[in-house]
């Protein structure tokens, strides 16, 4: 089974991040028997190898990126196959496209942290939450004047709670790239 990770906050090589080797280099080294950074937004896909838990090459991973790079933001861990299964929902069906800057998907990072109710838009109409499961909120981003909405800093002012934040068509991709079928 494979392993997608989303790092918050983190564009490769940047202060406190790693570059793409020292990122897949730390699950190599954890124990995976394949890691592949996708895109430079700190986004990676890992096999656990063979006697070794994901849990346990995600945590010596996550120990190995602070000590190397100082990484400092928290990561957000999913199955693909979840994933897969989260792109099937076809959650942005019957939207306008032409009325959104951007598809997005949130990953909240404590179990504990409970997702906000439905419907709920940002002051501005920026963001709009379209669809909450357990662990993600689903949303669209606008541009209203000069900038689109940022769903990630909207959620996190109302969550208070860190999170990070992908467009869709990057889990599509992930999917595409690394599911199973």
């Known amino acids: 089974m494979r392993y997608a990770v989303f790092l918050r906050n983190v564009n490769l090589g ?18 995976a028997r394949e890691a592949s950074s996708f895109l430079t937004n700190g986004t990676l896909v890992y096999a656990p190898g063979d006697g070794v838990t994901a849990q346990t090459v995600f945590e010596g991973a996550y120990r190995d990126l602070q000590s190397v790079c100082g990484l400092r933001e928290p ?32 990953f909240l990072l404590d179990p504990s942290v409970t997702p906000p109710t439905l419907p709920l838009a940002s ?3 920026d963001v709009e939450l379209v669809r909450v499961t357990p662990g993600e909120v689903l949303s669209v981003s606008r541009q209203v004047m000069k900038a689109p909405g940022s ?17 869709w068509n990057t889990i599509t991709r992930l999917v595409e790239r690394f599911g199973q079928g």
């Open 14 to 31: 940047r202060p406190n991040a790693p570059t793409r080797v020292q990122f897949e280099q730390a699950f190599l080294r954890a124990g």
């Open 123 to 125: 002051a501005r109409r």
């Open 75 to 106: 990561a957000f861990v999913r199955t693909v196959d979840y994933l897969a299964a989260l792109v099937a929902l076809d959650p942005f069906a019957g939207i306008d496209r032409d009325s959104v800057y951007a598809f997005c998907v949130s």
């Open 151 to 167: 769903p990630n800093a909207f959620l996190e002012k109302h969550l208070g709670s860190r999170l990070s934040t992908r467009e």
